[in-house]
């Protein structure tokens, strides 16, 4: 079946600007999470969405990140004002639950961010 | 208390040789750990995960050894391949919260003819 899906796969943007990045997750999956990827670093979490429940925005960076999920499905990742410092990939994965036997994340191939 | 410290940053090995990553960790409480595989512009992707009930676990040419006392973790790749040569992230969580997984910082595998 179809995997995890992010568009657009590069956004060049000017500083200052806003950007809206989306996610398609495998379908009834029902966690969704965000991640950051700098060049040469690992992947810094960002945001979780389990469900129904309040997400977890532990990871956001600064107040300039947020994100939302609609309907259980899609997800958007909004950066406000954007920085140079905000340049990287941008790293969205799922999995059907968060406990138990089916905690595989499964990533999509990333939106990389450039901001000149 | 929440990194994971992975090593080397990168590393090159010949055709049919063994490749070795390793990782360390500080929360106790962490008992899921993955491999995670990433070739260029595609996102990683699960390789072999391992808990710490066991001390090794093999799946193919991949193999992770687990040394819970000294809090270590490493993959070993035997019989290398070039098709290998893509970038390894280590990952640890709880088992029961993995919503973060937290990564370490990826090491570029590059396997040469």
Same mark, same amino acid.
């Given at each position: 079946?179809?995997?995890?899906?992010?568009?657009?796969?590069?956004?060049?943007?000017?500083?200052?600007?806003?950007?809206?990045?989306?996610?398609?997750?495998?379908?009834?999956?029902?966690?969704?999470?965000?991640?950051?990827?700098?060049?040469?670093?690992?992947?810094?979490?960002?945001?979780?969405?389990?469900?129904?429940?309040?997400?977890?925005?532990?990871?956001?960076?600064?107040?300039?990140?947020?994100?939302?999920?609609? @309907?259980?499905?899609?997800?958007?990742?909004?950066?406000?004002?954007?920085?140079?410092?905000?340049? !990287?990939?941008?790293?969205? !994965?799922?999995?059907?639950?968060?406990?138990?036997?089916?905690?595989?994340?499964?990533?999509?191939? @990333?939106?990389?961010?450039?901001?000149? | 208390?929440?990194?994971?410290?992975?090593?080397?940053?990168?590393?090159?090995?010949?055709?049919?040789?063994?490749?070795?990553?390793?990782?360390? +960790?500080?929360?106790?409480?962490?008992?899921?750990? %993955?491999? +995670?595989?990433?070739? %260029?512009?595609?996102?990683?992707?699960?390789?072999?995960?391992?808990?710490?009930?066991?001390?090794?676990?093999?799946?193919?040419?991949?193999?992770?050894?687990?040394?819970?006392?000294?809090?270590?973790?490493?993959?070993?790749?035997?019989?290398?391949?070039?098709?290998?040569?893509?970038? +390894?992230?280590?990952?640890?969580?709880?088992? +029961?919260?993995?919503?973060?997984?937290?990564?370490?910082?990826?090491?570029?595998?590059?396997?040469?003819?």
């Amino acid at each position: 079946g179809a995997g995890v899906s992010q568009s657009p796969s590069n956004k060049v943007t000017e500083k200052g600007k806003d950007v809206e990045l989306r996610c398609d997750p495998i379908s009834g999956h029902t966690a969704l999470y965000w991640y950051r990827q700098s060049l040469g670093q690992g992947l810094e979490f960002l945001i979780y969405f389990q469900g129904n429940s309040a997400p977890d925005k532990s990871g956001l960076p600064s107040d300039r990140f947020s994100a939302e999920r609609t @309907g259980g499905s899609v997800s958007t990742l909004t950066i406000q004002r954007t920085q140079q410092e905000d340049s !990287a990939v941008y790293l969205c !994965a799922s999995s059907l639950e968060n406990s138990g036997l089916s905690y595989e994340q499964y990533f999509g191939p @990333g939106t990389r961010l450039t901001v000149t | 208390q929440q990194q994971v410290k992975q090593s080397p940053q990168s590393l090159i090995v010949q055709k049919g040789g063994i490749s070795i990553i390793n990782c360390a +960790y500080e929360n106790t409480a962490f008992d899921y750990f %993955p491999w +995670y595989q990433q070739f %260029p512009g595609k996102g990683p992707a699960l390789l072999i995960a391992i808990r710490p009930d066991v001390s090794e676990k093999k799946e193919g040419r991949f193999t992770i050894s687990f040394n819970k006392s000294a809090k270590q973790f490493s993959l070993h790749i035997m019989d290398s391949q070039p098709g290998d040569s893509a970038t +390894y992230f280590c990952a640890a969580s709880t088992l +029961y919260n993995t919503d973060k997984l937290i990564f370490g910082t990826g090491t570029r595998l590059q396997v040469f003819p």
